[in-house]
């Protein structure tokens, strides 16, 4: 069954640092996303992404953030200079319209 | 305004007993999605409900959606060790897919 995978799936790195979390939807999706969700909170939306450009996107997602979608496979969330509050896990999603489903995660963690 | 409201917040049930998950909202949606998520890992969907829908089976999985009242339940029949997890309701309106989730219900079956 095509599921939707992520990398790395544990990222450490210094507040101030670029980090680009890579994700690889499932391919017949058009619809991609990401959410995050810090320790002990709720799952929050950070972006979605339709026809190669950001259809949404949340307060969170200033400009500090930014995705792309380099190739016909992949889809990256790069955070340019990261923030102790930035530590989360990180999900990507993909839709064909409707269900989305989700990869199993990339944790973010910022020292 | 806060989207996908879960009660209980936490429930603890012997293996074999049904479980309930109840879900508010407060504006229009196009659909509810339920989901999955065990300790630390990624969203597993379950089933999505659309508005114009009012109940939905999968399995041991049934859910119900009273747009009137802006609610949804999921039940969880014959419950087994391995159905513990967090569970989260999400609801999506508007063109992009959006998804808003709740804080979820924390579910323990005891063996």
């Known amino acids: 069954e095509p599921e939707v995978t992520q990398t790395p799936s544990h990222q450490v790195t210094q507040m101030g640092q670029e980090v680009i979390l890579r994700c690889v939807p499932i391919?017949?999706?058009?619809?991609f996303y990401w959410y995050r969700q810090i320790l002990g909170q709720k799952v929050e939306f950070l972006v979605s992404f339709y026809n190669n450009e950001i259809s949404e996107k949340s307060e969170i997602f200033d400009d500090q953030f930014s995705v792309e979608r380099p190739d016909g496979s992949n889809f990256t969330l790069k955070i340019r200079s990261t923030k102790l509050e930035d530590s989360a896990m990180y999900f990507c999603a993909s839709s064909a319209g409707t269900s989305q489903f989700f990869g199993p995660g990339t944790r973010l963690t910022v020292l | 305004s806060q989207q996908g409201e879960e009660d209980p917040q936490a429930l603890s049930i012997q293996e074999g007993e049904n479980a309930t998950m109840n879900c508010s909202y407060k504006?229009?949606?196009?659909?509810l999605q339920w989901y999955r998520q065990n300790s630390g890992r990624g969203l597993v969907h379950l089933i999505l409900?659309?508005?114009?829908?009012r109940e939905k089976h999968s399995g041991r999985l049934r859910v119900t959606l009273d747009t009137s009242k802006k609610s949804s339940s999921l039940l969880i029949t014959a419950s087994r060790a391995a159905d513990t997890a967090s569970y989260f309701c999400?609801?999506?309106?508007?063109?992009?897919?959006?998804?808003?989730f709740g804080q979820g219900t924390t579910l323990q079956v005891k063996p």
């Open positions: 391919s017949n999706h058009l619809y």
């Open positions: 409900i659309r508005s114009n829908e």
């Open positions: 504006t229009s949606i196009n659909n």
């Open positions: 999400a609801t999506a309106r508007g063109n992009t897919g959006k998804l808003i």
